[in-house]
């Protein structure tokens, strides 16, 4: 399977994240939507990964998808709760399978705030132990407006620069203003970051979602947004809103040099190819 820092060395990529259903129905009804979209124009896909009870199966979907499409697939990693030996397994079976692109993330703390100790603290330990022990393309999650996590501003930059650097490449969460991101992209361009930062766009339709994604993530939601989503009542209209609004985000960020545009799917598949068919390149 290709590596995807390969694919953006050669052009601007567009991309989808999905997340695994846990419903095997469900789970179908994904990767039939997904094999019916023009995957020509898609570089490549990824997939959550999380180890609530709530979530369903990672690698099952992204084997799946592999089997079925010729289309780059990366999944998610969290590390937070897994020992080394548990990361080997994992990392072992995707590369068993030919899957060689993966997401290195921290992963969310449980509520509870209680784990058996693992190995890792934090997602550059991630990395940096996959680059040790593997040959994968190792991408990373990037936080232009900070992490919510963050003691301060300065040090969430470092830590930021230093995780970016050593992976091949990284993917940010979601914003609504290309100012945050090209504000962010500056800072690590002074700094010597060579590598790409994709964009991550998650189209707006569901305001409660939308407050909700916003405060656990640290995004700043424009009120414009909200406004507007609270009064459309039906889908089609707040989809259409949605729509509008990603792309003209999309076409600002393209346009200004961003290297190409992750969609944050929330797995609408209908809504994602409608976006998908009108970016131009």
Same mark, same amino acid.
């Given at each position: 399977?290709k590596?995807?820092?390969?694919?953006l060395?050669?052009?601007?990529?567009?991309?989808f994240?999905?997340?695994?259903?846990?419903?095997l129905d469900?789970?179908?009804?994904?990767?039939?939507?997904?094999?019916e979209?023009?995957?020509?124009?898609?570089?490549?896909?990824?997939?959550?990964?999380s180890?609530s009870?709530?979530?369903?199966?990672?690698?099952?979907?992204v084997?799946k998808?592999?089997?079925e499409?010729?289309?780059?697939?990366?999944?998610?990693?969290?590390?937070i709760?897994?020992?080394?030996?548990?990361i080997?397994?994992?990392?072992n079976?995707?590369?068993k399978?030919?899957?060689n692109?993966?997401?290195?993330?921290?992963?969310d703390i449980?509520?509870?705030?209680?784990?058996?100790?693992?190995?890792?603290?934090?997602a550059?330990e991630?990395v940096?132990?996959?680059?040790?022990?593997t040959?994968?393309?190792?991408s990373v999650?990037?936080h232009?407006?900070?992490h919510?996590?963050?003691i301060?501003?300065?040090? #969430?930059? *470092?830590?930021? &620069?230093? %995780? +970016?650097?050593? =992976?091949?490449f990284?993917?940010?969460?979601?914003f609504f203003? /290309? !100012?945050?991101?090209?504000?962010f992209?500056?800072?690590?361009?002074?700094?010597?970051n060579?590598?790409?930062?994709?964009?991550?766009?998650?189209?707006?339709?569901?305001p #409660?979602? *939308?407050?909700? &994604?916003? %405060? +656990?993530?640290? =995004?700043?939601?424009?009120?414009?947004?909200?406004e507007k989503? /609270? !009064?459309?009542?039906d889908?089609k209209?707040?989809?259409?809103?949605?729509?509008?609004?990603?792309?003209d985000?999309?076409?600002?960020?393209?346009?200004?040099g961003?290297?190409?545009?992750?969609?944050?799917t929330?797995?609408?598949?209908?809504l994602?190819?409608?976006?998908?068919?009108e970016?131009?390149?």
């Amino acid at each position: 399977m290709k590596k995807i820092s390969k694919i953006l060395s050669e052009k601007q990529t567009i991309s989808f994240e999905f997340f695994a259903p846990k419903q095997l129905d469900a789970q179908e009804q994904l990767l039939q939507s997904i094999k019916e979209i023009n995957l020509n124009k898609l570089s490549f896909i990824s997939v959550t990964y999380s180890v609530s009870k709530n979530s369903g199966p990672t690698d099952l979907i992204v084997e799946k998808i592999s089997n079925e499409t010729l289309i780059p697939i990366m999944p998610h990693l969290t590390c937070i709760t897994h020992s080394k030996n548990e990361i080997d397994e994992i990392i072992n079976q995707y590369q068993k399978k030919s899957i060689n692109n993966i997401l290195a993330l921290r992963g969310d703390i449980p509520e509870t705030g209680q784990f058996g100790k693992k190995d890792f603290e934090n997602a550059l330990e991630l990395v940096r132990y996959l680059r040790h022990n593997t040959k994968l393309d190792i991408s990373v999650a990037a936080h232009p407006e900070g992490h919510p996590d963050a003691i301060d501003e300065k040090s #969430d930059f *470092l830590y930021q &620069m230093q %995780k +970016i650097q050593a =992976s091949d490449f990284a993917i940010t969460q979601f914003f609504f203003e /290309s !100012s945050y991101y090209f504000d962010f992209m500056e800072k690590l361009y002074k700094q010597g970051n060579k590598n790409p930062v994709l964009p991550g766009i998650m189209p707006p339709t569901n305001p #409660d979602a *939308l407050i909700r &994604m916003a %405060k +656990i993530n640290g =995004s700043h939601l424009p009120k414009s947004i909200i406004e507007k989503l /609270s !009064s459309l009542k039906d889908k089609k209209a707040r989809e259409d809103f949605a729509k509008e609004t990603t792309l003209d985000l999309i076409e600002r960020l393209i346009s200004n040099g961003a290297p190409g545009i992750h969609l944050y799917t929330m797995n609408n598949v209908s809504l994602s190819e409608k976006i998908l068919n009108e970016i131009n390149l």
